[in-house]
């Protein structure tokens, strides 16, 4: 079977679906932004996510991944070197001056969001804020690719030449993916590629596009709890992510609040700007 063969497309009712898990999933990040303050554990920020999944009735894919251990949590809290797949911990106090990144899933109906940010805890280094925004920018640069007739080449080439242009480094061992009924599915968008080349983009297909940058190299590893993914030189590092449908309209990004709004944004994106930037193309 070709690869293009095991992408699902979803259907109306299905992208209805996922648009209710993303804005549990907008919820669940924005109260885990609001406990990323000074003196605060990773796992109360983990837990602030928790609280919004219970009330809502909802589960994490994240939960019970295989690995070292299963991973303990409904979201990755992975701060300042880590990258990505951080586990909260009570051991973990924020302090001033960290950025955290928090990656959220939410599985509601047995459909999946996944979205991510990077925020600053208290006062941040300005060299801190350029690689969030650059990140932050990045996502919205693969997101406007994603359209009908374009390919993933496309949306991962966007995302290399704004955040390399920059002179920041994205890895190359972690991808975005497409989305569904699991969390990851067919096929895969690394954060690198050739534009024209990879999957040609049609209605219904949906990815969770994910720029992971790094400001000093592109090599990371895994740290002894078998789950973090640190940079391998130990700078700073930042992850943003949205879950996003391709429609014949556009693309329609399902990860955010119910007032069209990013959950959180550094760059000050709002839903009324992210709609006119989508409806301008490019
Ligand atoms: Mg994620
Ligand atoms: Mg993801």
């Known amino acids: 079977m070709s690869w293009d063969r095991q992408i699902s497309i979803k259907s109306k009712d299905e992208l209805n679906l996922m648009r209710d898990a993303g804005i549990i999933n907008a919820e669940a990040l924005k109260a885990a932004a609001e406990a990323c303050v000074p003196g605060a554990t ?13 009330r809502y009735g909802v589960t994490s894919p994240f939960r019970g991944v295989p690995g070292p251990i ?9 701060v300042n070197h880590i990258l990505v797949h951080g586990i909260p911990s009570k051991k973990h106090v924020l302090k001033e001056g960290d950025i955290i990144s928090v990656d959220c899933g939410t599985t509601l109906k047995g459909y999946v969001a ?35 007739g374009y390919h993933t080449g496309d949306v991962s080439a966007a995302i290399q030449a704004y955040a390399e242009g920059r002179g920041y480094f994205l890895t190359k ?4 993916h497409g ?26 297909i949906v990815i969770a596009i994910e720029p992971m940058v790094l400001i000093g190299t ?14 391998a030189d130990n700078s700073l590092t ?40 989508l409806a301008k193309g490019l």
């Open 42 to 54: 990773t796992y109360d920020v983990n837990a602030a996510a928790e609280e919004v999944h219970h």
């Open 70 to 78: 299963p991973f303990p949590a409904n979201t990755c809290t992975s």
């Open 114 to 148: 996944d979205s991510a940010f990077t925020i600053g805890v208290g006062k941040i280094s300005d060299a801190a804020r350029k690689l969030l925004e650059v990140t932050e920018n990045s996502l919205y640069e693969g997101i406007q690719r994603m359209r009908v």
């Open 173 to 176: 061992q972690y991808t975005g």
């Open 179 to 204: 989305v569904g009924r699991k969390m990851w599915e067919a096929p895969q968008v690394p954060n690198y590629g050739i534009a024209g080349q990879g999957v040609r983009l049609k209605a219904g």
């Open 218 to 231: 592109e090599k990371t590893k895994v740290l002894s709890d078998g789950w973090a993914v640190a940079a």
């Open 238 to 277: 930042a992850h943003y992510e949205h879950t996003i449908a391709v429609t014949e309209d556009g693309p329609r990004v399902l990860t955010l609040l119910s007032d069209g709004n990013p959950p959180v944004s550094v760059i000050g994106m709002s839903g009324d700007r992210l709609s006119q930037e």
